[in-house]
């Protein structure tokens, strides 16, 4: 199966810029999406997971810089747009929904103005048309009342329905690749899932291409076709879902799955993966997971392992190094 | 809202009788042969004080010449400004309308610069434009008014000779007392073009500027300030990088998305600056010697003109209460999640 990639990521470095220090926080990720998958991108605070997501759009905060690799939509790298063209992807391409919904709409603009300036900064259609379509896409969301609720500002709708906003906007121009970055972290379990549902059921609607950013395992296995596992700036794992999920390469992908708490499993303790994660930006010589892993030789803590293919899966471990192969 | 507005209007009368009342203290200081000799043209003539004294009650106690005042005030009558040598009614109805003028003047010159720079400020930090504006506004800050303005008056009077302080012109009084000139509005600069008197206009105008630059100088800087720090905060937050996400064009992101959130404190700070620059243009309006209402005050406590001191006073406290109220209004009207209750 010989399908272009619709999204080409390739030695993807972002650092930090912290009193003429560079702190190199994503240390060069690559990976390619090909169209209607769903790679979900898993990681602990500080793995870099959302600042690679920022990357993609060239969003970053100020102090951050990209410090070199490519990220190419259809052929084109978006790192070396101009901001005109890098205008005309966003949201209409590649759209982008965010952790915290309440915080992601402008608290003194309506939800329908909100919508109808991001069809309007993209087609050239009238407001009436524009305000129309709105209504669509909100009821598409799955939000009741569409007409009424328009005018209604961000403050007058739950976590929940602002997330359905924020949904109907990213899909207002039916993108390309949709990247959602931690969507339901900040909402209730409850509602956690239908907004997954809604996100999956829309996918494929759509057969949009999904980045789906989270630190949530059991999401991402919901979810996702592929999965690429994070762990100090630097891809750990990466393989299909179901393939990572039955049959962990990684040390750390394994006490990720094994720190899963199960309900119908009682256990005295919580099973966690003792130490901290690597502190962003001061990056060991060697594996990042090595002073935390129950497996590491010394060759670990001094040398990086790179990235071994194992069939359709990619592992950076030192443990999964081919045998006869000089390194 | 209309409740709101109500229950705080029926919290006018209290403030006024609060301020008024203090101020009627103090007054009480002063013997009641002070306080009668304004009003009498020779105090030389045997009795005359005396007589003064007793058709006002000079010596009656505090409460009831504080009542009988009240009962005054409340049919519309401030009593006699010796000062002004008019009514104290007709005085305020005769000088406020330059002092909004000029109030309004100012505060228009000061949100307009101080937004548009303030944000730009903001939206170029720590650029050439950012050091500038912070520079100019430090500058116009550390100034007190009465140099700025002696300073305006030095260079632009004096040395260059293009406005001119004092009084309006000669014509300009004849005509804005002429039997012809309709009064529409009390405000010169609007009644002049009603009237359809360029002259007046223009004079009326170029008596304005100095004062009106004066007093913008300082409130610039507060506002450029307020301005500046609330657009940084908003453009720090989440929704900023979503509108950018979305794909909207920079200007948008800055002034529809930032720039409507970061306004929100500056209506604050402005409404607090128009009113006490009602009340309060003293320092100016003595420098320029502006025939507004803040001359009027300072005369009046110069020359321990009671009724004036008391007609003044109040004036403010209800343009306090009222103005207050108003930006509560306005905020209704930036941010839908303000609601008055």
Redesign the interface.
Known sequence: MSVSPILEVRNLQISFVEQNRNRLVLRGLSYSLEKGRVLAVVGESGSGKTVHALGLLSLLPAAARISGGEVRYKGQNLLACSAEQLRQIRGAKIAMIFQDPSASLNPVLTVGQQLIETLRAHESISKEEAARKAIELLDKVGIPNPEKRLDEYPFQFSGGMCQRVMIAMALALKPDILIADEPTTALDVTIQAQILRLMKDLQQEYGMAVIFITHNLALAAAIADDVLVLYGGLCMEQAPAEKLFTHPLHPYTQGLLGSLVSVSRKTEHLPAIPGNPPIAGEPLPGCPFAPRCSQATEKCSQKLPPLFAKGSCYVRCWLEEPHGSTH | MLRYIIRRLLLLPLVMVGVTFLLFLLTQRLSPEMRASLYVRDARQMGALEEVISQYGLRDPVLKQYGRWMKNVIKGDLGYSPSANMPVAKAIKEYLPATIQLAVVTMLLVVFFGVWFGASSAVHKDKWQDTLVRLVSVGGFSLPIFVLGLLLLMVFYGKLGWFSPGGYSFQTDLIIHGVSFKTYTGFLLIDSLLNGQFRVFVDVLSHLVLPAVTLCIGSFALMVRVMRSSMLEEL????V??????????R?VIY??AG??AIIPVITLASIQFIRLLGGTVIVETIFDYPGIGRFGVLAAQQLDIAGILGFSLMVAVLFVVGNLLSDILYTA????IRLE
Do not use: C, F, I, T
């Open positions: 720090n937050k989440e929704y990088r979503s509108a950018r996400a979305k794909g909207l064009y920079e948008q529809k998305h409507k959130n930036v941010d839908p999640r």
